[in-house]
């Protein structure tokens, strides 16, 4: 296989990329990336690497062969005694019957292929990276699942109801078209502060970024130390708060705590312009101050998570002596502190792509919320694109309602100040860890000296923080002291997992003076959720002495949880 034949590949596989309907909304420079990647990929052929060449020639001869008998033997009528795929795409008998066993069998073969030889480019790791995702997503939008006419439950589905559910796909395309995004879930069944964060509480706070909310204590007593949540700035609080049956809010209050929550205010004209600065000192000081002042309160202990957990390591970084006395303890749940693997977000991250975004932001003055869960969609296409493509618009079938798919659909924009500091200075040059890289509040940022108890919380699945990326950041603290870490994804593993009926596990304890599978070989595994667990630890980090819980007369209620900045309506897309 010469360079030529390489060339006419990459151009093929990049030409059907464009005319796909995902890819009509990439930014320019991805579509130039993924340009790029396949003429690398060609360039690679051609170079005198006998070990990849190798290797090439056979992943295309394979190719060939396996290619060549299966059509032989769909010739010979043999098509219909092949095995059932293990892909979910093609669970259905119906891909089993007539022609479709045939063509199913051809896509995994060629979806296979050009897989491989992306994978096996040779390329610096960044850009081997960057081709190999953008090989699999090109590959995953080609299957014979993702169209009316080579899917044979559509067909089917057509045929019993007369055309109907094309009808109904049809107007559902068109519904989404307009609202600008691919409906998850049935969003009429939700209702934010009906049945979606319904837990009591007040605005006790409020300035121009952030609504502090106290939620109203359900035991006689409470510790004295309040709970206060800082919770990440691209999605909305209430995940902490989604249902009675799943809230952690709730659970906290339940177990004879004080919960405060910071509701972020969705960025539009009035904090478009805020930065790093701002979100610490008008976002997490304030609500640190006016919880401590509410509770009457001599010691705060601090929860966060995602990109909240990142503002508060910086917020500690720089927090003058006589705040960061307040903090009783820290924890950090899916967090990073170490962006040297960022998880699979990463292949967004470069100074190509950086560049090229910064011109969305300079228009939009926002990163808007639908950017933002379009790149997180692109990470998992079959599960957060394809799945609801299928059904919703090709079978004309309506999504069954999901509160935590309503909640990622509830999208948050991030200031473009904000979003650039995160992006350029954290995920791609990674300086958060080196002690004096940052300047923030005027001041060189150094975690190392943040002192006060931390405790670290990682999840398994987490595609967004890698597990062991977050126990890297135990390493660059001085008292960190309980590193846990759960079964479940992102949300799955931490947020959601209430002790009731939970069929999760956790591992604590452990020798953390290695590497981190070292660490989780030595650590100790408990079944259930680790909340319990958490709650211990901060019973002996902060203290579990009890008191009455009474609230602040001189700052009156504002209005009932969950509050308005969770309620305001801005643009998402622009």
């Known amino acids: 296989m010469d360079q030529d034949v390489m060339k006419k590949l990459s151009e093929m596989m990049l030409a059907a990329t464009r005319s796909h309907p995902l890819f009509a909304g990439m930014e320019p420079s991805q579509l130039s990336d993924l340009a790029d990647g396949w003429a690398k990929a060609a360039q690679a052929m051609a170079a005198p690497n006998a070990e990849a060449w190798g290797e090439w020639v056979r992943t295309w001869s394979s190719y060939q062969s396996e290619m060549t008998n299966l059509w032989l033997s769909g010739l010979q009528g043999k098509q219909a005694h092949v095995e059932p795929s293990r892909d979910r795409r093609f669970g259905d008998e119906a891909w089993n019957e007539g022609i479709f066993p045939l063509m199913r069998q051809s896509y995994e073969l060629a979806s296979k292929a050009m897989v491989d030889l992306a994978d096996k480019a040779g390329l610096p790791a960044h850009e081997q990276r960057k081709l190999s995702f953008y090989a699999r997503v090109t590959a995953d939008n080609l299957s014979p699942s993702n169209f009316a006419m080579t899917n044979p439950e559509v067909l089917k589905l057509a045929r019993e109801t007369g055309g109907k559910s094309l009808v109904d796909g049809f107007r559902n395309m068109l519904a989404d078209l307009e609202k600008g995004y691919i409906t998850t879930t049935d969003e009429t069944a939700f209702r934010v502060g009906e049945n979606l964060a319904t837990t009591p509480g007040a605005v006790v706070y409020r300035n121009e970024l952030i609504e502090l909310i106290q939620y109203t204590p359900v035991t006689p007593k409470v510790r004295a130390v309040p709970i206060l949540i800082v919770p990440p700035c691209v999605n909305k609080f209430y995940i902490f708060d989604i249902n009675e049956k799943k809230s952690m809010i709730r659970y906290l209050l339940e177990k004879g705590n004080s919960v405060f929550i910071i509701s972020w205010r969705n960025a539009g ?110 990470l998992h296409v079959n599960e957060s694109i394809w799945g609801f493509v299928v059904n919703n618009y090709l079978k004309g079938q309506n999504p069954p309602p999901s509160d935590i798919l309503y909640w990622n659909a509830d999208t948050s924009n991030l200031p473009a100040k904000w979003y650039s500091f995160f992006v350029e200075e954290m995920y791609h040059a990674n300086r958060l860890k080196e002690p004096g890289a940052l300047t923030l509040l005027g001041q060189p940022v150094d975690c190392g000296k943040i002192d006060v108890p931390c405790c670290f919380v990682a999840a398994t699945g987490d595609h967004i923080v890698p597990w062991t990326t977050s126990y890297s950041s135990t390493k660059l603290l001085p008292n960190v002291t309980e590193f846990v870490l759960t079964s479940g994804g992102h949300v799955s593993g931490t947020v959601i997992n209430h002790p009731a009926g939970s069929r999760r596990h956790f591992l604590a304890g452990g020798d953390r003076s290695g590497p981190a599978e070292a660490w989780r070989a030595s650590a100790e595994r408990t079944e259930g959720s680790w909340w319990p667990h958490w709650l211990g630890w901060l019973d002996r980090t902060s203290g579990a002495d009890e008191r009455s819980a009474p609230g602040n007369p001189k700052d009156p209620e504002r209005a009932a949880a969950p509050g308005a900045y969770v309620l305001e309506e801005v643009p998402q897309d622009g």
């Open 269 to 378: 004209p009035e904090t478009r312009d805020y930065d790093w600065n701002d979100y610490i000192t008008r976002g997490v000081m304030s609500a640190m101050d006016a919880t401590a002042d509410i509770a009457k309160a001599e010691k705060l202990d601090l929860l966060s998570w995602c990109n909240g957990g990142t503002l508060l390591l910086a917020a500690l970084a720089v927090m003058p002596t006589a705040q960061k006395s307040l903090v009783g303890s820290a924890t950090f749940l899916s967090s990073l502190l170490d962006f040297s693997d960022p998880g699979e977000v990463k292949v967004f991250i470069d100074q190509p792509q950086i560049a090229a975004y910064k011109q969305r932001l300079g228009a939009a003055k926002v990163a808007p919320g639908r950017d933002i869960a379009r790149a997180m969609a692109m």
